[in-house]
């Protein structure tokens, strides 16, 4: 996109912006001392992006709400964090390992904040922006287990499918035996796996599900060494991580979870 026609979109947005009740296609052409084809042509191309409609009554054109939506969304990003971050800190307080909130972005699960509990050298910890690998890990599990289970399929071959396409390995699984884990996941409202923070790790997860909606927006995980997050660790931990999803998920309401989030 060439810097005229950038400046051209930025002008008509600034201008229609200022315009709630719109305006007339010459008007906006005059103002913008455009010639008519040309503002016509970026009008449309705008519209097309849902940034632009046409009043089909007075054939004004104006805003759409979407540029207000974007704002809302950037400081939705902003918002969940400070929210989110204290109960991380909470729980991996609690926990004494690592806590992670991942946020689901389209067919994607992105780790996207953390807190680290454990004080001593024998720990997990890693970077934020990676993706979940969603069948072998207990926060992939957690989240797909709010889906159906042809949903949750889709989505895993999704990920196997660009996993492929970038030349990573691919570990296979079975799909019934995928099912079960999924209906395990339901009946305990959590998930739990081993090793897959490598060797000797363990993990467990739950959904992050906003008011009336079984469908999650994120997931809360802790992860430690399998020595000390044992099975019978876990169960001491699974209360508080539900109370803490809990609390996440009744804040949903006053927070906006942004779709299509990811670290960078």
Do not use: C
């Not at 001392?33 to 519209?47: E, W, Y």
């Not at 009554?57 to 704002?71: E, F, I, P, S, V």
């Not at 926990?95 to 050298?121: M, W």
């Amino acid at each position: 996109m060439s810097t005229k026609l950038i400046n051209r979109t930025l002008s008509l947005l600034e201008l229609l912006a200022a315009q709630p009740q719109g305006m007339a296609l010459t008007d906006i052409a005059q103002q913008l001392a455009m010639p008519k084809s040309a503002t016509h042509r970026l009008l449309t191309d705008l519209a097309e992006h849902e940034y632009i409609q046409l009043d089909e009554d007075t054939k004004y054109y104006r805003l759409t709400l979407k540029m207000t939506q974007l704002g809302f969304q950037r400081l939705a990003v902003d918002n969940i964090f400070q929210v989110a971050q204290p109960l991380l800190n909470e729980l991996a307080q609690i926990s004494g390992e690592l806590v992670r909130l991942s946020l689901i972005d389209s067919s994607r699960l992105i780790f996207v904040a953390k807190a680290q509990g454990a004080t001593d050298a024998l720990r997990i910890d890693t970077d934020m922006g990676n993706e979940a690998q969603l069948t072998f890990s207990a926060s992939g599990l957690a989240w797909l287990s709010t889906l159906t289970d042809d949903e949750a399929l889709g989505i895993v071959q999704q990920q196997q499918k660009r996993f492929q396409q970038r030349g990573d390995k691919v570990s296979p699984f079975h799909v019934e035996l995928f099912y079960q884990q999924l209906a395990e996941v339901r009946d305990q409202q959590h998930a739990r796996f081993q090793n897959s923070m490598g060797l000797g790790t363990a993990a467990m997860a739950a959904p992050v599900l906003p008011i009336n909606n079984r469908q999650a927006v994120g997931v809360i995980s802790i992860a430690g060494p399998s020595v000390r997050l044992t099975e019978k660790q876990m169960d001491n931990l699974l209360p508080d991580l539900l109370k803490i999803t809990d609390i996440l998920s009744s804040l949903s309401v006053g927070i906006s979870f942004p779709k299509n989030y990811q670290v960078t």
